[in-house]
T-cell receptor, first 114, second 116 residues
Framework: KAGVTQTPRYLIKTRGQQVTLSCSPI?????VSWYQQTPGQGLQFLFE???????NKGNFPGRFSGRQFSNSRSEMNVSTLELGDSALYLC?????????????FGQGTRLTVV | AQKVTQAQTEISVVEKEDVTLDCVYE???????LFWYKQPPSGELVFLIR??????QNEISGRYSWNFQKSTSSFNFTITASQVVDSAVYFC?????????????FGTGTRLKVLA
């Protein structure tokens, strides 16, 4: 069974640009969550999608957005990039995202904003 | 408010030593779930264990064991006879209802270095 796949693995962008990250969950998993990991802030929840609907959202500015497709694949978009957006972005999938089941994480996309 | 505290930022041990990673959580929910994840240098978080708030039984899995105590709001993780391959960052996480849905709240992680 394939795990969670995130693409690309590495990205370098310039301030002001926008970026789209992709996440393919484990087959059969309908919940996809995104997290930002930085040395200073640790792992912070961005948002969760379930059946193409955003079900929960963290405390991030509107520059961070996402969507989920009918095949459960998810994309995350960050517009008007800032230096502080440099981070490892992790995607996690779970069967139903109800908190009682474990989440499976991808290897992440390391975004560097210069 | 929901919160997870991992007070140990970094721990170094010599191979074959036992090591305990501490996790203290805060939540007002009566139903919640606690997790431990391991993050090796490759980046992905690897699930280790889940425990629900109604099950205070300790668990042992090979060299790993977990001690859940609701009275002290702690969910500690012990590695017995540590090995170099155990070197990683370990995260404790809490999943509890906020606004009707669950999300994970992670601690800041403990970096474990096992020296040969």
């Amino acid at each position: 069974k394939a795990g969670v796949t995130q693409t690309p693995r590495y990205l370098i962008k310039t301030r002001g640009q926008q970026v789209t990250l992709s996440c393919s969950p484990i087959s059969g998993h309908r919940s996809v969550s995104w997290y930002q990991q930085t040395p200073g802030q640790g792992l912070q929840f961005l948002f969760e999608y379930f059946s193409e609907t955003q079900r929960n959202k963290g405390n991030f500015p509107g520059r961070f957005s996402g969507r989920q497709f009918s095949n459960s694949r998810s994309e995350m978009n960050v517009s008007t990039l800032e230096l502080g957006d440099s981070a490892l972005y992790l995607c996690a999938s779970s069967l139903a995202g109800r908190g009682s089941t474990e989440a499976f994480f991808g290897q992440g996309t390391r975004l560097t904003v210069v | 408010a929901q919160k997870v505290t991992q007070a140990q930022t970094e721990i170094s041990v010599v191979e074959k030593e036992d090591v305990t990673l501490d996790c203290v959580y805060e939540t007002r929910d009566t139903t919640y779930y606690l997790f431990w994840y391991k993050q090796p240098p490759s980046g992905e978080l690897v699930f280790l264990i889940r425990r629900n708030s109604f099950d205070e039984q300790n668990e042992i899995s090979g060299r790993y064991s977990w001690n859940f105590q609701k009275s002290t709001s702690s969910f500690n993780f012990t590695i017995t006879a540590s090995q170099v391959v155990d070197s990683a960052v370990y995260f404790c996480a809490l999943s509890a209802t906020t606004s009707g849905t669950y999300k994970y709240i992670f601690g800041t992680g403990t970096r474990l270095k096992v020296l040969a």
